[in-house]
Nanobody, 121 residues
Framework: QLQAYGGGLVQAGGSLRLSCAAS????????VGWFRQAPGKEREFVAQ????????YYADIGKGRFTISRDSAKNTVYLQMNSLKPEDTAVYYC????????????????WGQGTLVTVSS
């Protein structure tokens, strides 16, 4: 089971760090991705990290502002989000996949419950 947490309300220009923790299973052999879904919009890819943590892949929306990382000892993947904008407001989800590199939701098999990020202007 995956659980995303760390969301909240932040002002534009602020930062948040999201966490994705796995319980009951390890995802050390899987790549992990972050997605987000704003109200009325489709779920979109944000970033992905490979099983080792050595390689990362970002959508344009996150390049230069977001950083994905993982701590295998803690069985946790993080998404550090800086310089947040109101358009970053969404529910953020983490998910695992055995495919590297992919931004397709269909390639991800296990999904966590999302965490809401709200950025005020």
């Amino acid at each position: 089971q995956l659980q995303a947490y760390g969301g909240g309300l932040v002002q534009a220009g602020g930062s948040l760090r999201l966490s994705c923790a796995a319980s009951g299973r390890t995802f050390s052999r899987y790549a992990v991705g972050w997605f987000r879904q704003a109200p009325g919009k489709e779920r979109e890819f944000v970033a992905q990290i490979d099983w080792s943590g050595a390689s990362t892949y970002y959508a344009d929306i996150g390049k230069g502002r977001f950083t994905i990382s993982r701590d295998s000892a803690k069985n946790t993947v993080y998404l550090q989000m800086n310089s947040l904008k109101p358009e970053d407001t969404a529910v953020y989800y983490c998910a695992t996949t055995q495919t590297w590199i992919t931004s397709s939701t269909q390639a991800y098999n296990y999904w966590g419950q999302g965490t809401l990020v709200t950025v005020s202007s």
